[in-house]
């Protein structure tokens, strides 16, 4: 285990694909104290690429999300290393043999993290950025009784059909690799896992992002510098962790379970928790239409587009433009207490396009 996080041993855990995990465990951080209720509880999973220690940017530059007066509890997601993963697992479900495992999955399994490790009684919010916003909208079908509001920005309710199309390209361009071997791989499949970043980093930003070169905000020149960028940050990872969530990130679905049985529109009209749903408008995976069809079948849903060029990137934790941190701080204030609306400062809008 370490330093900087703590681990709840799950045991054996029964999984919607009907495999059980034997041993599996959830990696997490809490960040304040719980109090004699046990429900001034903020929970926040995390993103496809993302640990606890990126969750640490939201809390830095949030205001709302104060340790002081917040118990939050950050949730790292099955397969990204941390949690049970193919890179931590024993044989027989190590590597390639990791079992899929769904959003639902994971969210049963941080309520018992919550209930039974913590002594959690109910959740203020739930919140996060992309697959942890998808992790949002799971809370609200899954324990409607127990979530009082979400906030999922840049993400979506169920996975769409042409995210589901993003995700089997970047997924062929790691596989075609000659090194992956099936994932029975011996050293790392760097020339996939480069290939995997290369091709991602033209779904992560919107086409305008690339026309204003507003990639020399981050440092880079040329968009051929951030792809390098984008390269070498995914020979970090395990190739057999990023399929694997992938795969849960396919499968999206908040009626894909017992509770709904594939009806969508009924797990929307289950989520009673208030929201605030915000897409970012050019965002590649997670389009404003999808949330805008989301918000009309929940009760008390309310959708807060966020113009800016940036696309699904326009969120990241690490971004050094405070704007959307700014707008989305204010939408946790009201979600905790209950204010006015936040209207989008000058900022909040998208850059105008140069000649």
Same mark, same amino acid.
Request: net charge negative.
């Given at each position: 285990m370490?330093?900087?996080?703590a681990?709840?041993?799950?045991g054996?855990t029964?999984?919607?694909?009907?495999?059980?995990?034997?041993?599996?465990?959830?990696?997490?951080?809490?960040?304040?104290?719980?109090?004699?209720?046990g429900?001034?509880?903020?929970?926040?999973?995390? @993103?496809?690429?993302?640990? #606890?220690?990126?969750?640490?940017?939201?809390?830095?530059?949030m205001?709302?999300?104060? +340790?002081?007066?917040?118990?939050?509890?950050s =949730?790292?997601?099955?397969?990204?290393?941390?949690?049970?993963?193919?890179?931590?697992?024993?044989?027989?479900?190590?590597?390639?043999?990791?079992?899929?495992?769904?959003?639902?999955?994971?969210?049963?399994?941080?309520?018992?993290?919550?209930?039974?490790?913590?002594g959690? !009684?109910?959740v203020?919010?739930?919140?996060?950025?992309?697959?942890? &916003?998808?992790?949002?909208?799971q809370?609200?079908?899954?324990?409607?009784?127990?979530?009082d509001?979400?906030l +999922?920005?840049?993400?979506?309710?169920?996975t769409?059909?042409?995210?589901?199309? @993003?995700?089997?390209?970047?997924?062929?361009?790691?596989?075609?690799?000659?090194?992956?071997?099936?994932?029975?791989?011996?050293?790392?499949? !760097?020339?996939?896992?480069?290939?995997?970043?290369?091709v991602?980093?033209?779904?992560?930003?919107?086409?305008? $992002?690339?026309?204003?070169?507003? #990639?020399?905000?981050?440092?880079?020149?040329?968009?051929? !510098?951030?792809l390098?960028?984008?390269?070498?940050?995914?020979?970090?990872?395990?190739?057999?962790?990023?399929?694997?969530?992938?795969?849960?990130?396919?499968?999206?679905?908040?009626?894909?379970?017992?509770?709904?049985? &594939?009806?969508?529109?009924?797990?929307?009209?289950g =989520?009673?928790?208030?929201?605030?749903?915000?897409?970012?408008?050019?965002?590649?995976?997670?389009?404003?239409e999808d949330?805008?069809?989301?918000?009309?079948?929940?009760?008390n849903?309310?959708?807060?587009?966020?113009?800016?060029?940036w696309?699904?990137?326009?969120?990241?934790?690490?971004?050094?433009?405070?704007? $959307?941190?700014?707008?989305?701080?204010?939408?946790?204030? !009201?979600?905790?207490?209950?204010?006015?609306? +936040?209207?989008?400062?000058a900022?909040?809008?998208?850059?105008?396009?140069?000649?």
């Amino acid at each position: 285990m370490a330093a900087d996080h703590a681990v709840f041993e799950l045991g054996e855990t029964s999984l919607q694909c009907g495999v059980s995990l034997p041993a599996a465990r959830l990696a997490y951080r809490t960040y304040g104290t719980l109090d004699a209720s046990g429900d001034n509880v903020i929970v926040m999973p995390t @993103f496809y690429t993302g640990t #606890h220690a990126r969750n640490e940017g939201y809390l830095r530059r949030m205001p709302a999300l104060d +340790p002081s007066r917040w118990f939050i509890v950050s =949730i790292n997601l099955f397969g990204n290393g941390l949690s049970s993963s193919p890179s931590n697992t024993a044989p027989p479900f190590d590597g390639p043999r990791f079992p899929p495992v769904t959003l639902f999955d994971n969210v049963a399994a941080q309520h018992r993290l919550l209930t039974e490790g913590l002594g959690v !009684e109910r959740v203020a919010l739930v919140l996060g950025w992309s697959m942890a &916003g998808c992790q949002a909208y799971q809370w609200g079908a899954q324990y409607p009784d127990l979530v009082d509001a979400i906030l +999922p920005f840049c993400a979506s309710a169920r996975t769409s059909p042409h995210n589901q199309v @993003f995700l089997e390209g970047v997924k062929a361009a790691l596989v075609a690799d000659a090194a992956f071997a099936g994932g029975d791989y011996d050293t790392p499949p !760097e020339t996939g896992l480069r290939a995997f970043g290369r091709v991602y980093a033209g779904w992560a930003y919107s086409q305008t $992002f690339y026309r204003e070169r507003l #990639h020399r905000e981050l440092g880079f020149e040329t968009w051929e !510098e951030l792809l390098l960028d984008w390269e070498r940050d995914h020979l970090e990872w395990d190739a057999n962790d990023l399929l694997a969530k992938l795969r849960t990130w396919q499968q999206g679905d908040i009626s894909a379970n017992e509770r709904y049985r &594939g009806d969508f529109v009924r797990a929307l009209g289950g =989520i009673r928790a208030r929201a605030i749903l915000v897409p970012c408008t050019t965002d590649l995976y997670f389009p404003p239409e999808d949330n805008a069809v989301e918000a009309r079948h929940m009760p008390n849903a309310e959708l807060r587009p966020y113009a800016s060029a940036w696309g699904h990137c326009a969120a990241t934790p690490s971004r050094e433009d405070g704007d $959307f941190m700014r707008f989305l701080d204010r939408c946790v204030s !009201e979600l905790l207490e209950g204010r006015e609306r +936040p209207e989008p400062s000058a900022g909040d809008r998208v850059r105008p396009m140069r000649p």
